[in-house]
T-cell receptor
Framework: DSGVTQTPKHLITATGQRVTLRCSPR?????VYWYQQSLDQGLQFLIQ???????AKGNILERFSAQQFPDLHSELNLSSLELGDSALYFC????????????FGPGTRLTVL | GNSVTQMEGPVTLSEEAFLTINCTYT??????LFWYVQYPGEGLQLLLK?????DKGSNKGFEATYRKETTSFHLEKGSVQVSDSAVYFC??????????FGTGTSLTVIP
């Protein structure tokens, strides 16, 4: 158990809908990262937040957004969902803004029908 | 740009066989290199890491050496067990906040 929690575990929704994925980092970690894992693209870095502020941006679509709250939990919002958004979404956390070790949560499996 | 290429799977081995999973990287400067493991239904776990050239990372019988001259970080284990069955990801980070992962290599160890 990494100490990173993600909810929900599974999510099934329809095209055009909007969903919110939630992540709680390990106790004491200030940095949260979001990744998308799909069969055709592998594991892609989406975005990082550190202590409430956006720190780094990867291959995140404009339809997706994220935020980190004062209690350090983070939410990833996915809107106007398309079939291709079906994937595993992982959250990871680390103590520092630039850390060489990340701790991954168990992931949220999103299925868009 | 930065990228990681790892050997395609799936890899199937008998118990106690020798394992090598190849990983090469492209990056400027001196990235840190990692191997992560993902067991079925779980998130990724850090297996080992190396932060500079010629460093050897090791954990649970797995080893990988940071080879700058060949831009490689191959994962090895002398004798695999059924419990090693998982997906293995090679990754690099230059800044400590942007990680680039390979596509993963699935390993199945049969008794």
């Amino acid at each position: 158990d990494s100490g990173v929690t993600q909810t929900p575990k599974h999510l099934i929704t329809a095209t055009g809908q909007r969903v919110t994925l939630r992540c709680s980092p390990r106790s004491g970690d200030l940095s949260v990262y979001w990744y998308q894992q799909s069969l055709d693209q592998g594991l892609q870095f989406l975005i990082q937040y550190y202590n409430g502020e956006e720190r780094a941006k990867g291959n995140i679509l404009e339809r997706f957004s994220a935020q980190q709250f004062p209690d350090l939990h983070s939410e990833l919002n996915l809107s106007s969902l398309e079939l291709g958004d079906s994937a595993l979404y992982f959250c990871a956390s680390s103590l520092l803004a630039e850390a060489d070790t990340q701790y991954f949560g168990p992931g949220t499996r999103l299925t868009v029908l | 740009g930065n990228s990681v290429t790892q050997m395609e799977g799936p890899v199937t081995l008998s118990e106690e066989a020798f394992l090598t999973i190849n990983c090469t990287y492209t990056a400027t400067g001196y990235p840190s290199l990692f191997w992560y493991v993902q067991y079925p239904g779980e998130g990724l776990q850090l297996l080992l890491k190396a932060t500079k050239a010629d460093d050897k990372g090791s954990n649970k019988g797995f080893e990988a050496t940071y080879r700058k001259e060949t831009t490689s970080f191959h994962l090895e284990k002398g004798s695999v067990q059924v419990s090693d069955s998982a997906v293995y990801f090679c990754a690099l980070s230059k800044t400590g906040n942007q990680f680039y992962f390979g596509t993963g290599t699935s390993l199945t160890v049969i008794p």
